[in-house]
């Protein structure tokens, strides 16, 4: 295979994957492993793809933060089924972290007969909180205009004041070997720091998520509990290799 077939072959197999290994091109290409760290190399200098260690990812549209608007009417229903489902794991009295995410948003009726109090960094979970009559707390720092998540120092600083029974995170992707990410490292930071100060932790993500890789890792796999709608059975097979998994099906 000539060096621009492999290149055009890799780029189509990343596009189809999200992420790719270095192991899995060379076995597809026959070509030798430095060959194919060449041409990731010479593909991330050309900003086609984004090295990571062993492989390489998709590049910069997974910096991009999609709005709450757009993440909103996103796999609505099972969003709407997970939330029910993870709402299960809340035990009245619990004090509980609700990140800044449309899947957390959709949990607030869900919780309204458990007596909670609840820490959010999330604007847009706020008035529902409150119509729900739950008690609320949220944290400072600066607001994220696409998302209205609070982020920075100040939110660093506010969290490290709470300790919770349970903390439910969104995130834009989960991979067996990136573990989960999102696009933003300031609001990695965040939710790193509130899974560290609860009891458990349930990462929320649709099927939607599973195999993508974003730009900022929040933690492996196996320091949360992953909740989802559905997944296919090798998938699961998978990802319990690394940590647990609880389906919601509807």
């Known amino acids: 295979m000539l060096t621009n077939e492999r290149h055009d072959f890799i780029l189509k197999l990343l596009e189809e994957k999200q992420t ?17 760290r060449r041409d990731l190399t010479e593909l991330e200098n050309q900003q086609k793809l984004e090295r990571v260690f062993g492989g390489a990812v998709l590049p910069a549209r997974y910096l991009i933060e999609p709005s709450v608007a757009d993440k909103s009417t996103q796999n609505l229903q099972e969003k709407i089924q997970l939330a029910k489902f993870a709402a299960a794991f809340v035990h009245k009295g619990d004090s509980v972290f609700l990140d800044a995410g449309t899947t957390t948003f959709q949990m607030i009726p869900f919780l309204k007969e458990k007596d909670l ?13 409150n119509e729900h009559g739950i008690t609320t707390y949220l944290t400072g720092g600066r607001v994220k205009p696409r ?7 100040q939110t660093i600083q ?6 919770f029974d349970v903390c439910f995170l969104g995130v834009n992707g989960f991979h067996p070997d990136y573990g989960y990410t999102t696009p933003d490292p300031e609001e990695a930071a965040v939710k790193q720091l509130a899974s560290s100060l609860a009891r458990r932790t349930y990462v929320l993500a649709d ?25 296919s059975g090798e998938t699961i097979e998978i990802m319990e290799k690394k940590t647990t998994v609880k389906v919601g099906k509807a």
Do not use: P
């Open 20 to 36: 790719i290994k270095i192991q899995e091109l060379v076995d597809l290409t026959a070509a030798s492993e430095s060959t194919i």
């Open 117 to 129: 109090v609840v820490v959010t960094n999330g604007l847009t979970l706020v008035d529902s909180l």
């Open 147 to 153: 998302t209205g998540a609070l982020v920075g120092a």
């Open 158 to 163: 506010s969290l490290k004041n709470y300790r």
């Open 207 to 231: 099927h939607s998520k599973s195999n993508k890789v974003s730009f900022a890792k929040i933690m492996d796999l196996d320091q949360a509990i992953l909740v989802v709608d559905e997944l």
